[in-house]
């Protein structure tokens, strides 16, 4: 039978001195740390049979992208269903006590966890991360895939295929920067979900992460 990995990469860390949630904001690239982390998958990942590098189009994660697309010598493939969550706190700060959630003008938008009601509902990020999950493992039948995505997207959609309910606390999420979700697939089945931390672990409330 027919092994594919279809490896789920978190981007490595950006530079964000404003502490803002930059959501799908333009313009937020890596720092010099993250750059350095995703030189640290790269190394990592040479000795695999890497037959296609994807992305999300957010900076971050083609920057993230690159030094592995380039350690292979594939070009980086741009998938939308890749991108980071939605969120109405986009731009603001929203730190627990000096950020918008301080504001009782916002509390109304956090009224449902579940949904969640201050963004993206988990539901359609499962969903949209599953096609961009399948649509990777077709083209790389036999291989490995590597798709660079985001801390909340990777952890929704494993959560998904691990049967567990999709709301959940944020500072539970085992999704560390630069970190590998790793889908073992024979034929079309998920036989596997492996987790590793090439980069080192990061802790996943780390505002600017």
Known sequence: MTSTVVH????GEVHNPEGILYGRLSGY???????QQA???????KPHN??????SPLQR??????????????????????IEADNVFEGMRVSVGDGALRSPKHWPKLRNPVVPSWGEPYVDIA???????????????????????HQLPIWTVRRFL??????????????????????VFREEELVDIVYSEPAGATDPTVTGA
């Open 8 to 11: 789920l990469l978190r981007h």
């Open 29 to 35: 690239g890596l720092s010099e740390r993250g750059r």
């Open 39 to 45: 030189v640290t998958v790269a190394q990592a990942l």
């Open 50 to 55: 890497l037959v296609r590098v994807v992305a």
């Open 61 to 82: 994660a083609q920057e993230t992208a690159a030094p592995i697309a380039g350690g292979h010598r594939l070009d980086v493939v741009t998938d939308e269903r890749l």
């Open 127 to 149: 969903r949209r991360m599953l096609g961009a999950v399948y649509r990777a493992r077709a083209a790389a039948e036999g291989g490995e895939v590597l798709c660079v995505s």
């Open 162 to 183: 691990e049967g567990k309910r999709l709301w959940h606390d944020p500072r539970a999420r085992q999704c560390s920067l630069a970190s590998l979700t790793s889908l």
